[in-house]
């Protein structure tokens, strides 16, 4: 391919695709620079995020950068507003979904500072709901409403307490769990049904404004960087990996729990660690 027409192409890969990316507060949000990047690679999208979260953050501004996206508030503890949010998405942007991004989570019983062995059930299930059934919920409704395109990309944000033990990280990692679960399960019936390709991208521990919140983030985020081959990948590395997952690059990825880390998940000691003891 010429240079130039491999330019060119390298930079439309969201040309003419519609989507939903969910989660971005403020420009720390991975979901912010997803905005971002899908913006500069050709998408039309719609925003959301919970009516709390929208009134704390900023995403009037994200909008307005992303050629003044729409924005659409959506509790996603409630069929209704998931109703809402893909039966207007599809009516601005003027068809049906190529891509989505979730980018949904919180735990109420590390924001009331109760630890693991005693938690609240009520804030565990709501936590449960919050940060992986929601995903379902998204997924079911989009499913039963034939919103997404065949080979259609849909893309949660997971991380690898789902399956090592990160103390701090809680009930968080029970609930990242149940959404790579989902992502499996979901995947196998909207690939076969529609063509639909479902992934979780287990991102490296990013400075946004949920994981800065983590008892002991700072610690861990510089354990994780000394460890990682390539170091952590930033929320703007996040970006790029979400655009090439929701282009047509990747059509036959589907089912699949990637891990985006440096090589993090992979490596169990190195030099930099131990010279990270030794100081200690």
């Avoid at 891990?259 to 030794?278: A, L, P, Q, R």
Wanted: hydrophobic share 40%; proline share 2%.
């Amino acid at each position: 391919m010429p240079q130039k027409l491999y330019f060119i192409y390298m930079n439309n890969l969201l040309k003419g695709k519609r989507g939903i990316i969910s989660g971005a507060l403020n420009d720390k949000s991975i979901a912010w620079q997803v905005a971002l990047k899908c913006h500069e690679q050709g998408a039309q999208f719609v925003l959301t995020n919970a009516p709390i979260a929208m009134r704390m953050g900023e995403i009037n501004k994200l909008a307005e950068t992303c050629g003044n996206a729409q924005i659409i508030s959506c509790d996603v503890l409630k069929n209704e507003d998931m109703d809402n949010l893909i039966s207007k998405s599809t009516e601005i942007l003027g068809g049906k979904l190529d891509f989505i991004l979730h980018s949904v989570g919180m735990s109420l019983n590390i924001r009331k500072g109760k630890p693991y062995t005693d938690l609240d059930y009520k804030f565990m299930h709501d936590t449960l709901d919050i940060s992986a059934m929601s995903f379902h919920r998204l997924l079911q409704t989009c499913y039963k409403a034939d919103a997404i395109n065949e080979w259609g990309s849909v893309v949660a944000l997971t991380y690898i307490g789902a399956q090592r033990v990160f103390p701090d990280y809680h009930e968080m990692g029970d609930a990242k769990s149940l959404l790579e679960s989902i992502t499996r399960s979901f995947g196998y019936h909207y690939g076969k049904a529609k063509k639909v390709r479902i992934n979780t991208i287990s991102q490296s521990p990013t400075m946004t404004t949920a994981g800065s919140g983590v008892k002991g983030f700072g610690d861990f985020f510089n354990y994780a960087d000394a460890l990682s081959p390539l170091g952590n990948a930033s929320a703007d590395d996040c970006a790029n990996y979400c655009v090439l997952m929701f282009s047509d690059l990747s059509r036959k990825v589907t089912m699949q729990n990637l891990f985006h880390d440096g090589g993090f998940s992979f490596t169990g000691f190195s030099k930099e660690v131990m010279e990270m003891n030794k100081e200690k």
